[in-house]
């Protein structure tokens, strides 16, 4: 299959696929062999690279000259400039595993570049023999047509700073264009590892640097469509930098940088700014010596900002920020070496920065106090495993189950259950034909309804992938293999429309055959549709067709649950009299059919008569009426079927309707997602719940955007993740009182470990607060997605060109200090106030890498020569040791602990080392003195008491840094709120 393809465009310019290793000889085999090695003469070379041999020579170059460069890098040019000279299309670029010298640029154009899974193509810079710029990748000076490009896989390895110091990995110069990288390490580049530059959209992901001059430039870019997230590396002299030209603004979002992140001894700048740019950063966690700031600024005008959330840096005495024009120096707002948020605009006042810059009227960030927010007794039954995921229809038109991107977004998602093969087209699914089995006959049937324009459409683009040799078997093939490589579960749709019982029991034994769950069976598709009368008509038909399904499941598969399709109750549709009569009189038939465990709806919020002109104004008229739908006709409509029988009710497609793509990839959209999902988990009998859908090219139902070879994720990606928790078997729902705060609605649980959690839906359009929360709330991780307009997404949609919302993530004190954008969803979890300790250990156990908790988690440290010896119930300590985690505590508690060193400067935990004079004990932060001890003397019990509570990062030693550990024993700990 060319995975490149869209099928929805498959009789347009078609997508020129190259695999290095079959176009061009076993290119694997001679990653460091010279052209003349492999070719013998250059008229073979020249027939062997038709297009690079033509450039080299019109560029005045010998031809000799090409026979002693790199065989790897005359193929992958002579690839590029061929698809370059290819009419229409783009170009995917497959590389095969090995190491391969470089000797010339690489270049690149619009189209795809992807190495091998899991770093195995490594391309090393060879410049004892460099011809040209000392540039390893760049784009080739040719027009561009699609004006995207995507890079991904790769290892790239360039000179070293003492070789070649002006030396670049990877140097984008092309205006508007949209560029994606995914899976790169980037090593030894003097220079730049990545620069790009004039983009209007980038996103970088999953990235290593080390040892580079910066590791990521940003410059000329314009619009807000720019993110870098999951990044990590070391010795980089700096990691950000970014350059505004002109006028033109741009926004970048920086995110998730660390655990292990650091920047060279000699300088180790995190960031550095010029012109009129919007960096954000959160969960940053960076460390480096040095004495210049971490961030530089520098031209910057009104509009630029720098802020963060979540930062966590290491070094001593370095101002966080300094403003060069200004000669201005700034700290950070909560100290530098703790978990803070910081924001700086030009013409900050010296000194401190605030944690926020403020997006309410005048900066104001709107209490939600002249009320409260409380959370009571356990209220309902505890909730069983809520099977939740996402509807697959026509997933395999677009995406490989081998694709690596996809299953990577899955295994991060964790759904419970895919569903196969989808909605509508379930109805014409044949397990004996190829792709969907869709068959023309089928298509006809239902000629002249909305449904017919659907599943031609299908069929149209199924045919042609097949008539172009791109579907070879039945996609059943593929929803095995996907369930497999991620764990997933299936939720299959039988065909009871133009299908067989035989076809139903060979599919449900193909995923038999193969171990692949089927968690239950949905005996048709919306079957109370007048495009169905032919087959159904009544659910006195529909039951009677049904009926044979359900005995052949019953009979060989025993215990295999059987959904049956119910009809939306009227209040959801808006019916009239008639209509929620036929609705009432279907589900009651079918809660009282002696077969079948659950009654199946869909339940999309179509607000038809949002058509204004403007469009802010129809997404808020949308967004209030998706609001009422699943706030207040979902839950009626739920009781109502509850009150029917003792069938388990299955929502296996919902979602934001109604010229969706005014909605879709919005907070609109979000905001209904975490609406219908408390809904859901208020209702006992839903035991079954599918988004509609997972993946698409567009920007509408979908969960996650295919663009080519990459997998995007929508906001709905991110409020899924988010959402994940709620789903846990064991948790007590807790009645949640709001009074005075208007548009913020609350569900909170226990969950079975033990901690509180609590969803906050807030459609107020006011950025508020939590310090109307009633009750003690401390050590709270949070994590929040929104925005100040409920318009943006995480990018494009209907409304906004660019958007910029992800989740956020971080660790409060307090659950006053947690904040929430006017339009936003929130979910918060602590561990509840007791007498007792919050977290306890005994050192049981010999694994010196982990802490074995009692009471709350263990505790492990990823890096061994900062772990300890752990044994016979007790630790013996280094000078290196460290144990990191994030906790609010008010005293430590040390039992039977034994300092065999008590000299000034080590380390106990991130709060306390001697200081002053040996053995003393000290606050680090406020100077107190906690206690005075002796080497040699073994403390029964050392009580470390702060008077309230305070951020402590590491339980024994600096966080991560492990130097100057205090040489002690100890032979418990417990740590109190």
């Not at 001593?316 to 803070?340: C, I, K, Q, T, V």
């Not at 009651?588 to 058509?611: K, Q, V």
């Amino acid at each position: 299959m060319l995975t490149g393809l869209n099928p929805a465009k498959a009789s347009g310019p078609a997508t020129r696929v190259v695999d290095l290793q079959y176009a061009y000889g076993p290119v694997g085999d001679l990653g460091m062999h010279t052209v003349g090695e492999v070719c013998g003469s250059e008229a073979a070379m020249a027939a062997r690279f038709p297009a690079w041999s033509a450039h080299w020579a019109g560029m005045g170059h010998a031809m000799a000259d090409m026979m002693d460069m790199s065989y790897f890098s005359c193929a992958w040019n002579d690839a590029v400039l061929a698809g370059a000279e290819s009419p229409g299309g783009s170009t995917v670029i497959q590389l095969p595993a090995g190491e391969f010298r470089v000797d010339q640029t690489l270049y690149v154009l619009d189209g795809v570049f992807r190495g091998a899974p899991g770093g195995a193509t490594r391309l090393v810079m060879d410049t004892e023999v460099w011809q040209g710029r000392p540039t390893l990748m760049q784009v080739l000076a040719l027009p561009m047509r699609s004006g995207r490009m995507e890079i991904s896989d790769l290892v790239l390895v360039g000179p070293g700073k003492q070789t070649l110091p002006e030396a670049c990995g990877v140097w984008i110069d092309w205006p508007g264009a949209s560029c994606t990288m995914e899976r790169i390490t980037a090593e030894g580049f003097g220079g730049t590892a990545i620069n790009i530059i004039g983009a209007s959209a980038t996103g970088l992901r999953d990235l290593v640097f080390r040892d580079n001059g910066t590791a990521v430039r940003l410059d000329l870019a314009v619009g807000g469509d720019h993110t870098v997230e999951r990044v990590n590396g070391s010795s980089n002299a700096t990691w950000f930098g970014a350059r505004a030209g002109g006028l033109e603004e741009f926004d970048w979002h920086i995110a998730a940088v660390g655990p292990d992140a650091n920047g060279r001894a000699e300088s180790g700048r995190l960031l550095q700014l010029e012109g009129l740019a919007r960096v954000d950063l959160n969960q940053v966690t960076f460390a480096a010596a040095g004495s210049a700031a971490w961030i530089e600024v520098s031209a910057a005008r009104e509009g630029s900002r720098v802020s963060g959330t979540g930062m966590r840096v290491r070094g001593e005495g370095r101002p966080w920020l300094s403003d060069l024009d200004r000669g201005m120096l700034y700290g950070a707002s909560s100290g530098d070496e703790g978990g803070f948020s910081f924001c700086w605009v030009p013409g900050s006042p010296e000194g401190r920065l605030p944690e926020t810059c403020g997006n309410g009227p005048d900066g104001a960030v709107y209490k939600a106090g002249g009320g409260s927010i409380s959370i009571g007794a356990v209220n309902g039954p505890v909730l069983t495993d809520l099977e939740w995921g996402y509807n697959s229809s026509g997933l395999f038109y677009s995406c490989a189950a081998s694709d690596t991107s996809l299953q990577n977004r899955l295994n991060e998602l964790q759904p419970h259950i895919l569903r196969f093969p989808g909605g509508t087209l379930a109805n014409f699914y044949h397990p004996g034909g190829l792709g969907y089995g869709i068959r023309q006959q089928d298509v006809n049937l239902v000629a002249g309804f909305t449904v017919h324009n659907n599943i031609n459409g299908n069929f149209q683009n199924e045919q042609a992938l097949i008539a172009a040799g791109e579907v070879t078997r039945n996609y059943i093939h593929e929803m095995i293999a996907l369930a497999q490589a991620t764990g997933s579960k299936v939720l299959y749709v039988a065909n009871l429309l133009t299908g067989t019982v035989g076809e139903t029991v060979a599919v449900l034994n193909a995923f038999a055959n193969a171990g692949v769950e089927v968690v239950g069976v949905e005996l048709g598709n919306e079957a109370h549709l007048s495009a169905y009368d032919f087959r159904f008509g009544s659910v006195a038909n529909y039951l009677a067709v049904a009926q044979p399904y359900a005995t052949a499941i019953q009979n060989n598969f025993p215990g295999l649950k059987i959904g049956l399709n119910g009809y939306p109750p009227g209040i959801l549709k808006d019916m009239g009299p008639a209509g929620t009569q036929r609705a009432l009189d279907w589900n009651t038939a079918c809660s009282e059919a002696a077969f079948g465990d659950a009654l199946i709806i869909h339940c999309y919020s179509r607000p038809g008569n949002c058509n204004q002109s403007d469009v802010h104004a129809n997404f808020l008229c949308g967004a209030d009426f998706s609001q009422v739908y699943a706030n207040e006709k979902l839950p009626v409509a739920l009781a109502e079927l509850s009150s029917l029988g003792s069938k388990k009710i299955w929502i296996t497609e919902w979602n934001i309707d109604g010229r969706y793509n005014h909605y879709g990839n919005s907070m609109a959209q979000a905001l209904f997602y975490g609406d219908m999902a408390i809904t859901m988990a208020q209702a006992p009998k839903v035991s079954m719940s599918a988004y509609h859908e997972l993946l698409a090219y567009g920007d509408g139902y979908n969960l996650v955007k295919k663009t080519w070879s990459m997998i995007i994720p929508q906001v709905n990606y991110w409020t899924s993740e988010l959402f994940a928790d709620l789903y846990v078997p064991g948790n007590q729902p807790q009645s949640v009182t709001m009074t005075g705060i208007n548009g913020l609605r609350g569900y909170a649980f226990l969950a079975a470990d033990g901690m509180q959690h609590l969803y906050l839906v807030n459609r107020s359009g006011s950025p508020m607060d939590l310090s109307s929360f009633a009750g003690s709330a401390s050590n709270v991780s949070w994590t929040v997605i929104g925005s100040s307009s409920i318009v943006e997404g995480t990018g494009p949609n209907a409304a906004m060109a660019q958007g910029n919302v992800t989740a956020v993530s971080g660790v409060a004190a307090s659950i006053a200090s947690v904040q929430l954008p006017a339009y936003a969803i929130a979910h918060l979890k602590w561990i509840p106030v007791t007498n007792g300790p919050l977290w306890s250990t005994t050192f049981s156990g010999t694994q010196g890498c982990t802490l074995t908790a009692m009471t709350g988690s263990s505790v492990s440290q990823p890096i061994t020569q900062r772990c300890a010896n752990i044994s016979g119930g007790q630790v013996v300590t280094h000078a290196k040791t460290s144990f990191p985690m994030q906790v609010t505590t008010s005293k430590v508690l040390l039992l039977g602990v034994t300092f065999s060193n008590v000299g000034v400067g080590r380390w106990i935990n991130s709060r306390l080392r001697f200081q002053g004079q040996p053995g003393r004990i000290c606050d680090v932060v406020t100077g107190q003195v906690m206690a005075t001890v002796s080497a040699g003397v073994r403390y029964e019990q050392l009580a470390l008491d702060f008077g309230g509570p305070v951020p402590v990062e590491s339980l024994i030693g600096r966080p991560n840094i492990g130097n100057k550990t205090a040489l002690m024993t100890i032979e418990g700990m417990k740590l109190f709120p």
